[in-house]
């Protein structure tokens, strides 16, 4: 597996200046101008991207929403959205508002709680960071330059690709309304393909065309964008 566990962010941040090729060191914010209260699995994703042009031409800003790169599915908020209730604060938004996600400040990796049920926070993850690392694969596969979609009841993952997907990360946790258990398998195939198994479906996504060659001519996938 590329990212561990026990320490996701580091192969996390690599793995997403891998996968984004025109991410540059302007497309961080500097260290200063984050809230200090913020804790170090989410500053060091906000260091590295957390000025990445938006995608689209309607740019969301309070009272909407800014996509970036996080922010093409659900949507992680920009640091000066941040605000701090009771010692907690949300930083996730489903992208219909059907849920949100918070955390504790001044916390080394604390977990996170959400509004799964009765619009009161339940803990989802025991730690920041590996929800982190589950959330922004999943942004990274739905934000890719190319995206395809295959049900998961009709074909094996290893049906899709030509090349045998190499695990990047495994069972990570992530939120839904009504469910406190749903996770996210994440694969690589050649470097450059991209296959997130949510369960229900699988998604295949890659920003290189080249990774085209990857995919199984007789998968049956449709295509996204």
């Known amino acids: 597996m590329l990212i561990p566990y026990d320490r996701p962010i580091p192969a996390l941040l690599e793995f997403i200046s891998m996968w984004v090729p025109d991410l540059r060191p302007a ?3 500097d260290a200063a101008l984050l809230p200090s209260f913020i804790p170090p699995p989410l500053r060091a994703i906000y260091e590295l991207a957390g000025n990445y042009p938006v995608h689209y031409t309607e740019q969301w ?14 949507q992680l908020l920009p640091p000066d959205q941040l605000e701090i209730n009771d010692g907690r604060f949300r930083f996730i938004h489903e992208n219909q508002g059907v849920w949100w996600c918070e955390t504790l400040i001044d916390h080394n990796d604390p977990p996170v709680y959400a509004n799964i049920d009765d619009n009161r926070a339940h803990e989802v ?32 993952i290893g049906d899709l690709t030509l090349e045998a997907p190499k695990e990047i990360w495994d069972n990570g946790v992530y939120v839904w309304s009504g469910l406190t258990n749903l996770t996210y398998s994440y694969y690589l195939c050649g470097g450059r393909l991209m296959v997130m198994d949510s369960g229900d ?11 085209a060659s990857l995919i199984n001519p007789t998968a049956d996938i449709w295509p996204i964008h």
Do not use: M
């Not at 929800?131 to 094996?156: M, P």
């Not at 479906?201 to 990774?211: G, I, K, P, V």
């Open 27 to 29: 497309h961080g914010i």
């Open 125 to 156: 993850c025991s730690t920041l960071s590996n929800f982190l690392t589950t959330f922004c694969l999943q942004e990274l596969v739905f934000g890719a330059k190319r995206l395809f979609a295959a049900d998961s009841g009709l074909a094996a």
């Open 201 to 211: 479906d699988y998604w295949l996504a890659y920003n290189d065309e080249s990774a």
């Open 61 to 74: 800003r309070r009272p909407y929403w800014t996509p970036g790169l996080f922010g093409t599915q659900d």
